[in-house]
């Protein structure tokens, strides 16, 4: 059994983490924090490169966000659905590693797969935490697929995370709050920049995929924008469905005028 972590980072596809929260994630391994991400799917529909390509990308990746575990589920690309047996997959990798705090995809968005990814997370959120999840009546066992991994679920305790965050940037809705990644934004590009088979300059697919200039170009102007918010360079942006808590108005930060 893998060790636990303190904030686990869920996403539809491998390089989804490192546009949207992979500043976030290695600010925190830099505090000390044990950090993971689960992608859903293994880029197998990809216009380049294979879902081999993509996992030594994504080892790459992970290793830069100084990542302490990361794993691909065999959820169909392109085909992410909230389904019983998809939960019970996410689940069994809650109650594995014990995450403090779980990042998803914000919960609207263009591409199905996050927006689905988003509710499925949640949901499996819920349900890691059910002490009787696995121990059901043998209806709800015969209703699950064959190889159920609902005997290996039952056999770890159950959790559930503190705090659930929605990395927003895929999304335009006004940011909870923003974290601050002015020093962690080259590494972050650099992360994203693993993806070769993704985003290399090369010919296959040059009127898909922007040029890395054209990338980099972008991620700054999006990084900017969240960091002007809140009065730094580069942020990345979340929304929590939770009012904030203030103990110390002086404590307060962002400048108001
Ligand atoms: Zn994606």
Known sequence: MPDTVDILAIAA???????????????????????????????????RGSAEDRAREAAQAAALLRVSWREA????????????????????????????????????????????CSTLGYEACFLAGLSKLGQ????????????SPLDAIAKLPPHRPFKIVYASLYFDVRPSFVVDITDQFETRFQALMAYGSQYADQS????????????????????????????????????????GLVEDLLAIPVKSI
Not at 97 to 105: D, E, G, I, N, W
Not at 110 to 115: K, S
Not at 137 to 147: C, D, K, N, R, W
């Open 73 to 116: 589920l065999d959820i169909p690309d392109g085909r992410v659905e909230n389904t019983w047996e998809n939960r019970l997959k996410v689940v069994r990798v809650l109650r594995q590693l014990r995450p403090r705090v779980v990042v998803l995809p914000y919960w609207q968005g263009r591409h199905p797969d996050h927006y689905t």
């Open 204 to 243: 296959a697919g040059a009127g898909l995929f922007p040029m890395q200039g054209e990338i980099r170009q972008r991620l700054e102007a999006m990084a900017s924008f969240y960091g002007l918010l809140a009065g730094v360079k580069y942020a990345e942006p979340f929304v929590q469905k939770e009012i």
């Open 136 to 147: 059901e009546l043998p209806s709800l066992q015969a209703a699950a697929p064959t190889a």
């Open 13 to 47: 596809h491998r390089d989804d983490v490192e546009q949207t929260c992979g500043g976030t994630l290695l600010k925190m391994a830099q505090r000390g924090y044990r950090t993971a991400i689960l992608d859903l799917t293994q880029g197998e529909m990809g216009t």
